[in-house]
């Protein structure tokens, strides 16, 4: 309605907690690919916060790369996890997105070998492509949206005027 | 014409409640109506908003996202539900919503950064645009501090001039509510750009609701004239200053006292000249 705009100013905040016994992971966001954070993530509810402007329909990822895992990180048959990254909370422009992740974000596990070997034996099965936000594997997770970003979330209600 | 005194001024600032204003809900419920839709009452009241002579709004232009509100307590509302009861910051002596669910005011100096601040402007204490408001937007730059306007009294304002233009200006209302229309609370909201919230989900979200609100919206515009309060009574309030040797101010339903800071209620005083007039 009486808009003339074609872009918006939207702020991020990702809020990431690791665990880990020796390392702590390591964690890249992106947004598709313009690289807005890299380093180890050792707190509890770590913040992370920038602002983008984005362009009116245009497509954006929101990437997280967690690395720094290894072999040597996790114990499958004794079921210990040495190294954990989690995403608590993903708020844009102000929303809780919690609501929207299920539908909306995806991870891709590199599963290391050993983990598939030991899935194979036992006979279970694993999806490399999953919602999931508890990331004990070097994973790559994406968050799809879509800019006006409040147009975007009345589409996923399935909704409204645009 | 009616004889008056200082006695005649309130406390309370009532606004004006002529024949006129208070005629017409019965003019609305008696009459058959013309349905109007959330678009065709959009642009009509944002002309009507505009078309003020008596008050500039600078860099008005830049906020075109523009959306119905049910009057300005629903733009409020609207960004409270947003950040929260904590979440927002108000000033001392604002509007009295705020105080009665034990909101209490920052002073300017002291607000804290990154957190948005609701303010009305002008302020009913001061009639005016708050004295520290270029300070004030300095201090909104540094800590980061998205300033949103309840312009409420500006619609019965004269003389009034204010660049929103600043930055840190995300959003601002009006609404009719300041002619007597609280029965039909109605207005705007114009933004910088649109975000998720209350507003947003009845007007975009929801689409065409509260036809018979918005409808009543279109037939208000379409008859009370935009400075109305001014354009009637500015000459008997200007005569009433100067008999009573009080001071005037930006507001048509306020005067101050010489030497007293204190804002006085003039609407009902106008609004009986108004009835003695018509007798």
């Known amino acids: 309605m009486i808009t003339n705009q074609n872009s918006e100013e939207i702020k991020f905040e990702i809020y990431l907690t690791s665990e880990y016994y020796e390392k702590p992971p390591h964690a890249q966001i992106f947004l598709n690919e313009s690289l807005k954070f890299s380093n180890e993530i050792t707190d509890n509810k770590k913040l992370i916060t920038f602002t983008e402007k984005l362009n009116f329909d245009n497509k954006y990822s929101l990437r997280i790369i967690r690395s720094n895992t290894d072999e040597k990180n996790y114990n499958i048959n004794g079921k210990i996890v040495n190294q954990c990254l989690y995403i608590d909370k993903i708020v844009i422009d102000n929303i809780n997105c919690e609501w929207l992740l299920y539908e909306n974000s995806y991870a891709i596990t590199d599963f290391p070998e050993s983990y598939i070997k030991y899935q194979e034996e036992t006979g279970q099965t694993y999806s490399k492509k999953a919602y999931n936000r508890t990331l004990i594997f070097n994973t790559e997770w994406h968050f799809n949206f879509t800019s006006p970003f409040y147009i975007f979330i009345m589409k996923c209600m399935g909704g409204g005027i645009y | ?279």
């Open chain 2, 1 to 279: 014409m009616k004889k008056y005194s200082r006695e005649d001024l309130t406390d309370k600032l009532y606004p004006i409640e002529d024949p006129f204003l208070t005629g017409l809900p019965n003019t609305w419920y008696t009459q058959t109506q013309k349905f109007s839709d959330t678009d065709l009452f959009t642009r009509a009241a944002d002309y009507w908003f505009k078309s003020s002579k008596l008050n500039t709004l600078r860099n008005w232009d830049q906020f075109g996202c523009v959306d119905v509100i049910m009057g300005c307590t629903h733009y409020i509302e609207s960004i409270i539900l947003k950040y929260g009861w904590d979440g927002f910051q108000i000033l001392p002596q604002e509007y009295g919503y705020y105080g009665l669910m034990g909101k209490t005011g920052t002073p300017y100096k002291d607000l804290k950064p990154n957190t948005p601040l609701i303010v009305s402007l002008p302020n009913f204490s001061y009639a005016d645009v708050r004295p520290e408001w270029d300070e004030l937007l300095l201090i909104c730059e540094e800590r980061n501090i998205d300033i949103h306007i309840d312009f409420a009294w500006l619609t019965v304002a004269n003389g009034v001039d204010i660049d929103v233009g600043h930055p840190n200006i995300k959003s601002f209302a009006m609404s009719l509510s300041k002619y007597c229309c609280q029965w039909n609370r109605i207005g705007l909201r114009w933004s910088r750009q649109r975000s998720m919230d209350s507003v947003t989900i009845m007007t975009r979200y929801y689409g065409d609701v509260n036809s018979g609100l918005i409808s009543c919206g279109n037939f208000l515009i379409h008859r009370i004239p935009r400075d109305y309060a001014w354009t009637y009574y500015g000459k008997m309030y200007s005569q009433i200053c100067e008999d009573l040797d009080l001071i005037p101010t930006k507001l048509i339903n306020v005067v101050k006292i010489k030497g007293q800071d204190k804002p006085m209620g003039i609407g009902q005083l106008l609004s009986s000249m108004h009835h003695a007039n018509q007798a």
